[in-house]
């Protein structure tokens, strides 16, 4: 079995959860049970899906774990560019947390990549 908590991807997509709960708690509160709580969802769901995968038994399954996580990022990607032009989080918030989105995305792309050859 893998440990999830090795993975670079895990740990940086971990702390990304943490830091979009902390934007999070400026949202307007009528956000919340709307964009603040699809947001939470999609964020841990990416770290969530990598401990999963780690748990199984196959290459194959894990990479089929990794692609859920990889569309979860993508939807957290999209839910900050709308917050961003709903005006709920400045720019350069907005800018950082996109970049963490997409390096976690180029790095689940490689694991993915390298698990099916």
Known sequence: MKDYKNFTVWQKSHQL?????????????????????????????IPTNIAEGCGRNTDKDFARFLIIAFGSANELEYQFILSKDLKFIDLETSEKLLFQIEEIKKMLNSLISKLNK
């Open 17 to 45: 959860t943490l830091d979009v709960y902390k934007v999070l708690k400026d949202f307007p509160k009528d956000e919340i049970f709307g964009l603040i709580s699809q947001m939470k969802r999609s964020s841990s769901s």
